[in-house]
């Protein structure tokens, strides 16, 4: 996995949370490959996450609504954080920019 990749994981400190996230992002990977989130619905894009969210509910004895919901919630705490980071970074090189 890249550095990149997992930028703002570190704002889920629960390791199974962050492992299931890890888990369902890849697979996303794979069966979304390099579609648009943004001009793609929704519906769409969970219809295919739905194979691994039912795996995982299975796995821990919730129903997939419950998975779901628990991944909404972690993913917006990631790009929760991974804004953050991008406002800081972005806030750091135009102070360093006006500094020229």
């Given amino acids: 996995m890249s550095k990149t990749k997992n930028v703002g994981y570190e704002a889920i400190s629960n390791e199974d949370d962050r492992a ?3 888990r369902i992002n890849t697979y996303a990977e794979q069966v979304l490959g390099d579609i648009d989130p943004q ?3 929704i519906s769409f894009q ?3 996450l739905k194979p691994v969210m ?4 299975d796995e821990k004895g919730v129903s997939l609504e419950d998975i779901f919901i628990r991944y909404m919630d972690l993913a917006s705490v990631v790009s929760a954080r991974q804004d953050a980071l991008l406002k800081e970074d972005l806030n750091d090189n135009v102070m360093n920019f006006t500094e020229i």
């Fill in 39 to 41: 001009k793609t619905r």
């Fill in 20 to 22: 299931m996230l890890e």
């Fill in 54 to 57: 039912q795996e995982i509910a």
């Fill in 46 to 48: 969970l219809d295919k």
